[in-house]
């Protein structure tokens, strides 16, 4: 099993900067790829960004492309999620989850992929 623990999240203004952390514990040397999915108030859970485990490569969705970025503490496993220029539509709960096998770049943003979820994190951004 791995546990997955989100932190981090909180209240910003628009414009504004945030980074939520997911810590990975348990059997991590079964994770191939760590994503970053949120769920706005009253829609869908959505793709934001995803990882390999080993940080090589990396994807986002066009929503957050140039404003969030991932980064990871491999001495900790721990992955960051850096958010800048904020707005209210990136208000949601962000979710951590991991994958155990390796997914193309198209299956790493479809949720059904993924094993293992952290509780979530509640990101607010007001206008």
């Known amino acids: 099993q791995v546990q997955l623990v989100e932190s981090g999240g909180g209240w910003v203004q628009a414009g504004g900067s945030l980074r939520v952390s997911c810590t990975a514990s348990?059997?991590?040397?079964?994770?191939?790829?760590m994503g970053w999915f949120r769920q706005p108030p009253g829609k869908e859970r959505e793709f934001v960004a995803a990882?390999?485990?080993?940080?090589?490569?990396?994807y986002y969705a066009d929503s957050v492309k140039g404003r969030f970025t991932i980064s990871r503490d491999n001495a900790n496993n721990t992955q960051y999620l850096q958010m800048n220029s904020l707005n209210p539509e990136d208000t949601a709960v962000y979710y951590c989850?991991?994958?155990?096998?390796?997914?193309?770049?198209?299956?790493?943003?479809?949720?059904?992929?993924?094993?293992?979820w952290g509780q979530g994190t509640q990101v607010t951004v007001s206008s």
């Open positions: 989850a991991a994958a155990r096998s390796p997914l193309s770049a198209q299956d790493m943003a479809d949720m059904s992929y993924y094993r293992y």
């Open positions: 990882t390999t485990w080993s940080g090589g490569h990396t």
């Open positions: 348990g059997r991590t040397f079964n994770i191939y790829i």
